[in-house]
């Protein structure tokens, strides 16, 4: 039995998990979609875990899907099968998560490994990391939610050619287009990464759920909806002890020490 194929570590407020098939550059298996839903959904139910780091083992992000042995003889590939009984579960559970998921892209991420990467809330890329809508090479389209993050963050034309070429695309042009929030010194991307989530998760973690909440609702959401929502949203917020906490610590001018409550 080899190791795991997923990585959780456990610090104070937060977990790293590690996609962990380093010698596949991390590509996923039915094994790792597996490993990965398990440690989410034990991140979920764990009220001191309130934030996640998402990264991977080795010199790769994540690969895609592991290519290896897809095609069984005498047997056509049930794509759509794949994709909702594992991928798409995956990357609901990213965005609906009522924490900050922080990815931090430490080297390539192609297919579904990019795109799993533009699904978390957060995203740090390595100075050396890129990012492959390689789904065309292949002969297939992007899916795990790229034709909706790409044209979101960079617009549709950026998001047209790179899904029709799959160019490599650097972490530097990646920033410059928005799809990640900051590009860093390889050698500072896990610093970096968990100096936010150790942040991230002594801030008010209900609020951090909920903000979430509604800056995704707002691709889909009329301004006046949107204004609906979040009058709904500060209205139950505001009943919370973080709420209050805030406020005492800006006027007795102190930090706040938030209970994520
Ligand atoms: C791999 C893989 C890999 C197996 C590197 N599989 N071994 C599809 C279908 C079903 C439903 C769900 O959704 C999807 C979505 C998808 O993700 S489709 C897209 C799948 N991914 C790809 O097409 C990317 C394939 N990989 C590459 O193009 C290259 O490996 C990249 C550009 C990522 C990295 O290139 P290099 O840095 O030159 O590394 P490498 O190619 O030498 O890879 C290192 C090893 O990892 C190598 O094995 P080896 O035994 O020769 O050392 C690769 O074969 C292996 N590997 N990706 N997806």
């Known amino acids: 039995m080899g190791e795991t194929t997923v990585l959780v570590t456990r610090a104070e407020g937060y977990r790293t998990l590690a996609l962990n098939r380093p010698e596949r ?5 039915g094994e790792m979609n597996r490993e990965l ?4 959904q034990e991140a979920e139910a764990d009220p001191n875990c309130r934030a996640l780091l998402l990264t991977g083992t080795g010199r790769g992000f994540c690969a895609g899907q592991d290519l290896e042995g897809i095609f069984v003889e005498g047997e056509t590939p049930a794509l759509g099968r794949t994709l ?7 990357l609901r559970k990213l965005r609906d998560i009522p ?13 579904a490994g990019a795109n799993f990467a533009l699904a978390c809330d957060i995203v740090l890329a390595a100075r ?34 790179l899904a029709m070429t799959g160019d490599r695309l650097s972490a530097a042009d990646a920033e410059r287009m928005g799809l990640v929030w900051k590009v860093v010194d ?8 968990t100096r936010l989530a150790a942040s991230l998760a002594a801030g008010p973690t209900r609020s951090l759920g909920l903000i979430k909440q509604a800056i995704y609702a707002s691709s889909g959401n009329t301004l006046a909806a949107q204004l609906d929502l979040e009058r ?17 610590a800006f006027l007795e001018k102190r930090e706040p020490a938030f209970k994520g409550a």
């Open 37 to 40: 839903m398990a440690a989410l």
């Open 99 to 111: 924490m900050p998921v922080i990815c931090a892209v430490n080297g390539v991420a192609a297919g």
């Open 186 to 193: 390889d050698g500072q991307l896990m610093p970096e990464a």
């Open 84 to 90: 909702e009984t594992f991928y798409n579960p995956l």
């Open 232 to 248: 709904n949203l500060q209205r139950e917020i505001g009943k919370g002890a973080d709420y209050r906490e805030g406020v005492s």
């Open 25 to 29: 550059l991390n590509a996923f298996t």
């Open 128 to 161: 050396s990391a890129s990012f492959i809508q390689a789904f065309v090479k292949i002969g297939l389209v992007p899916d795990c939610g790229g034709t909706y993050f790409l044209p979101r963050l960079a617009g549709t034309q950026r998001a047209m050619a």
